[in-house]
């Protein structure tokens, strides 16, 4: 039996996106966040074990390469190495070869160059395994090289695929060597080790391919649990298990109240935020769903913001609201146009009163159609419609 753990994408001093963590005990946590998940990995490797670590990539960050990372990710192989772990990188994007650092790396750590090259090694129980995969030379310009990884000729030895790159299928902006499930599977690898994906997917059972995600979320685009992949199996079959390292979570959540009013609002977030705190420091964005047909001022929203942002840098496990959006369930289920008689609509003494100053006015009336060709209907839905954006805008904090 083999065992070992895959990650990929640490983007160690990546910068974070969030408003309102603006206390210096919250903000060193988030600043070593990943740094925090990636200890737990190795901690976790240690723990059980392992034969061997599995990086797919983007251990650094283009954004903020800097040499406190390195010293650190160079201290974390080191332990490993005391335990005679071994660990396979590929560098990807964001951290390619001709942009290293030139920290020195341990012998138990092998870095793939930049072409597609195929590492033997046996285990304590005696397996041997082949790795292949390659790293890329510079952040936008390289070469597909899928092609070139070696197919399996011996399905008695256990080969695995390392590969920084995006499935065709995914919905991303960024496309670094893209793949299509067939590419991989006519390899005949047992395992394929992805990265570049932020998002944990398994793409295929048979074989194995897996984006683990990244380690530590930065955004609310990056929501949920992140850490790494715990795998264990043999040349028949494999079996993952995702293990969750991150150090702080971004999430979402949804809330009811029933008053407008600013204490009661206040409670229900704290109550909220106990029920939540058990699970760890988290970063959330709160949807407020509000039913009655009265609406929160802006200013008691604000005071409010401020308010539940008190005392969190005290907590272990700190919950802080960075989004409150508001959802007010009975109006927006109800339409203005409703509060209109049809003898209202029909009056076009009213009509006219009301749009006489804007169509007499010298400079405005020039570019206006004939209202009286309106639909009466329409003009009032579409007003509402405006009104509603407005109000939303107005409310998200």
């Keep these: 039996m083999v065992k070992f753990i895959h990650c990929a994408d640490l983007h160690l001093d990546s910068p974070f996106s969030a408003k309102h963590y603006s206390s210096p005990v919250i903000l060193k946590d988030m600043e070593n966040s990943a740094y925090e998940s990636f200890k737990n990995i190795i901690d976790l490797a240690l723990r059980q074990e392992v034969d061997f670590l599995l990086i797919s990539g983007d251990i650094f960050d283009a954004h903020n390469h800097t040499l406190r990372a390195e010293i650190f990710f160079k201290a974390q192989m080191e332990r490993l190495r005391s335990e005679q772990i071994f660990v396979y990188i590929v560098f990807g994007n964001h951290d390619p070869l001709v942009e290293r650092i030139t920290t020195k790396l341990p012998e138990n750590v092998t870095v793939f160059s930049d072409q597609v090259e195929t590492y033997q090694a046996i285990t304590k129980n005696g397996e041997t395994i082949h790795f292949h995969g390659f790293s890329y030379l510079n952040r936008e310009s390289y070469e597909n090289k899928i092609d070139e990884y070696p197919t399996n000729e011996d399905r008695n030895v256990i080969h695995i695929g ?29 395992y394929w080790a992805l990265g570049h994906i932020h998002e944990r997917q398994q793409l295929s059972d048979l074989p194995e391919i897996h984006y683990p995600g990244n380690i530590q979320g930065r955004h609310f685009n990056e929501q949920g649990e992140k850490g790494c992949l ?95 959006n508001i959802k007010y369930l009975d109006l927006e289920t109800s339409s203005i146009s409703k509060e209109f ?57």
């Excluded at 049809?342 to 400079?363: I, M």
């Design 162 to 190: 390392l590969l920084h790159g995006t499935y065709h299928h995914s919905h991303t902006k960024n496309r670094f060597t893209e793949f299509r499930i067939e590419d991989l599977n006519s390899k005949l690898y047992h």
């Design 230 to 324: 715990l795998v264990e199996g043999d040349h028949v079959s494999f079996q993952t298990q995702f293990i969750p390292t991150h150090f702080v979570r971004f999430d979402e959540a949804t809330i009811q109240v029933d008053e407008t009013n600013m204490q009661h609002l206040y409670e229900e977030i704290q109550a909220f935020k106990k029920r939540v705190r058990h699970l760890g420091r988290a970063i959330y964005r709160l949807n407020i769903e509000v039913s009655g047909d009265t609406r929160f001022e802006t200013e008691a929203l604000q005071q409010v913001q401020a308010m539940i942002l008190d005392y969190e840098e005290n907590e272990h496990h700190f919950v802080v609201i960075d989004e409150m």
């Design 341 to 397: 008689p049809l003898s209202l609509l029909e009056d076009n003494v009213v009509f006219d009163k009301a749009l006489d100053q804007l169509y007499t006015h010298p400079k405005a009336s020039k570019y206006l159609d004939n209202y009286g060709t309106f639909n009466r209907q329409v003009l009032i839905e579409r007003a509402e419609a405006m009104i509603k954006d407005e109000l939303k805008e107005d409310h998200r904090s």
